[in-house]
């Protein structure tokens, strides 16, 4: 007998639209950085992230916005379930269509990779 998915939480639907509106205001390369973080979560270990890498350099300059957003969006997408990340991509495919589809063919060509 199936079971029925996990209901979504209000608090990660909230989380969901904050991480979604900072979506519509951030840059192209925002974007991008974004859309390589997400990737790095989505086939851990066959990406190299430029989150990883700028996290080696051990910058000592304050924080800007941005940075702060996307450790609020790690943390926040740490603690989602599948069910709610899958929400998450159906949520930014409805704003942003070929940024999904950007990501899913950048996730396809990670298969085969160690």
Not at 6 to 33: D, K
Not at 51 to 59: A, G, I, K, P
Not at 77 to 90: I, P, S, V
């Amino acid at each position: 007998m199936a079971t029925e998915p996990e209901p979504i939480s209000y608090v990660s639907v909230q989380e969901q639209r904050c991480v979604l509106s900072w979506f519509q205001g951030w840059s192209a390369a925002q974007r991008e950085r974004f859309l390589q973080d997400l990737l790095g979560k989505a086939v851990p270990g066959k990406v190299c992230t430029l989150l990883d890498s700028l996290s080696t350099l051990q910058v000592q300059a304050l924080p800007n916005i941005f940075e702060c957003q996307l450790r609020l969006w790690t943390q926040w997408f740490e603690a989602w379930g599948e069910e709610e990340r899958n929400h998450f991509l159906h949520m930014l495919e409805e704003r942003d269509p070929l940024f999904v589809a950007h990501f899913y063919r950048s996730v396809a060509g990670t298969a085969g990779r160690d």
